[in-house]
């Protein structure tokens, strides 16, 4: 075991100087053990090889990573491999374990889900109040199975009660088996009982539910779901591909595309007591009611390859994506970059945009998304009197402070609410009603505020 002398940065993941890095296998020869000896705040580093585990945080709030958090070389996903033997569930969060839990940088596969009560979460199963941030990770091959009274949830990932941020992960090829007389729910992803879960920069695609969400599954539920993309999936026996039951999803950037259903195949399926907001999002059946959303094909480089990125000509593509400068205004996109975001005024649609860092698997553009509620960039950036700023709540929420700042840390304007709903807010900051004295050219810096917890801080330019 080794001091960290350092502060890693790789991910956005900050490591402190007091925290302890422990080798697997070097330091001990099993994951589980490497977890169990572990401290909050510290590293268990994986070296690559295959590892026949069904491991549990036990409320460690550490960061589990394989070499690929240390160097960016995305070949270790590939050859560090979580199998869980079709013994049990691959991960496990129950804890209570928070958003400082983190797994980076595995292949997780070959997991099984089962249990009398439910089949839940054949590849990573968070509940009991548990928060944690699973990201660049391979998510495959798993199988949440039901018995005979049980249902089998959540094939890929399952969250209940819990608000786990789900991000920049490849999630294929799960599946969400019925029992005798239950169901199959949520193939790729199933989130159930006030899971509030950050879903974003995904490629979610190849995964099979036996009746509802081949891809996801939300029953009395809030996600957020940013920036996805969510194609070739399946739901055998009846339901949409994204299926909402007494759920309230906040969906925005998602390219839902290539899916299918026996019954009620829509790419989107809620019940009437389901209110998801759709705004800026690609769906093949139906013009969805919303901003910005689009019916029109994507245009993908090879899908039936897994390869999910935009069309470009700029790229040596014959056409160009309908996606590309199509998604949220709100997110900056200005990197023109054939293996990451495409658009140059606006964000794209889909895993591969919303930000100028934007690659599965790789960097993450969103990699200070708090797990409750997220500060978007404003609009327009640069801007010369009047910007809009917008943030999304999670979850409902008290006590809301939104501030800017100047270059010198001065205060030039504050709001305030003692209570919003869940759901996306936005305010005009117009640069001449300021009431002191007229503002000057520069940078400005916004500053959102939850029960006094400072969520995120965005730069803001003013020109005159």
């Known amino acids: 075991m080794k001091k960290i002398i350092i502060t890693l940065i790789i991910l956005g993941i900050a490591v402190t100087s007091s925290a302890t890095i422990i080798n697997i296998p070097a330091d001990y020869p099993t994951i589980q053990q490497g977890i169990d000896a572990s401290a909050d705040g510290d590293t268990v580093l994986v070296q690559p090889g295959m590892y026949y585990e069904n491991i549990n945080f036990n409320g460690h709030n550490i960061v589990l990573g394989s070499l690929f958090l240390t160097t960016g070389d995305t070949s270790y996903i590939s050859t560090t491999i979580i199998d869980g033997n079709s013994s049990g569930t691959v991960l496990t969060f129950e804890n209570g374990e928070d958003s400082t839990a983190v797994t980076v940088g595995f292949t997780i596969q070959n997991g099984l889900g089962y249990s009398q009560i439910d089949g839940a979460g054949g590849g990573i199963t968070c509940k009991n109040n548990s928060f ?32 786990a941020i789900i991000k920049n992960n490849i999630i294929n090829g799960n599946l969400a088996s019925r029992g005798m007389w239950a169901f199959g729910f949520g193939g790729g992803i199933a989130c159930t009982d006030n899971s509030n879960a950050i879903i974003c920069h995904n490629s979610i695609h190849g995964n099979v539910a036996d009746d509802y969400g081949g891809a996801i599954y939300c029953g009395n539920s809030a996600p957020a779901i940013i920036n996805n993309t969510i194609s070739l999936n399946n739901a055998q026996n009846g339901g949409g591909i994204v299926t909402f039951y007494t759920s309230y999803p906040i969906i925005t ?66 056409l160009d994506s309908p996606c590309i400068d199509a998604g949220s205004p709100h997110y900056a996109d200005s990197l023109l970059d054939c293996s990451r975001g495409l658009g140059t005024t606006i964000s794209d649609m889909g895993a591969y945009g919303g930000g100028d860092s934007a690659i599965v698997g790789i960097f993450d553009s969103l990699s200070s998304l708090p797990d409750r509620y997220l500060l ?75 029960s006094g917890e400072v969520a995120a801080k965005k730069l803001m330019t003013l020109l005159k």
């Not at 941030?133 to 089998?152: E, K, R």
């Not at 994507?298 to 390859?305: A, D, G, H, S, T």
């Not at 919003?420 to 936005?426: I, K, M, Q, T």
Request: aromatic share 14%; hydrophobic share 35%.
């Open 253 to 318: 950037n998602t390219i839902f595309w290539g899916d299918s259903a026996s019954v009620d195949g829509n790419e989107i399926f809620g019940d009437d007591a389901s209110w998801p907001t759709i705004n800026y999002c690609d769906i093949q059946d139906i013009l969805w009611p919303g901003e910005g959303n689009i019916s029109i094909d994507p245009l993908f480089k090879y899908p039936v390859n897994g390869d999910f990125h935009l069309m470009y000509t700029f790229c040596g593509d014959s």
């Open 132 to 163: 944690p941030t699973i990201t660049h990770n391979m998510i495959t091959g798993n199988v949440a199975i039901g018995s005979q009274w049980a249902d089998g949830i959540g094939g890929g990932v399952y969250c209940s009660n819990s608000n």
């Open 376 to 450: 978007l960039q404003n609009f327009p950036n640069p801007f010369n009197n009047e910007t809009r700023i917008s943030f999304i709540l999670v979850q409902d929420a008290k006590d809301i402070e939104l501030n800017i700042y100047d270059i010198m840390g001065r205060l030039v304007r504050s709001s305030y609410w003692s209570y919003l709903p869940a759901g996306e807010h936005n305010i005009i900051w117009d640069s001449k009603n300021n009431c002191s004295k007229p503002l000057t050219s520069g940078i400005y810096f916004c500053s959102l505020s939850i």
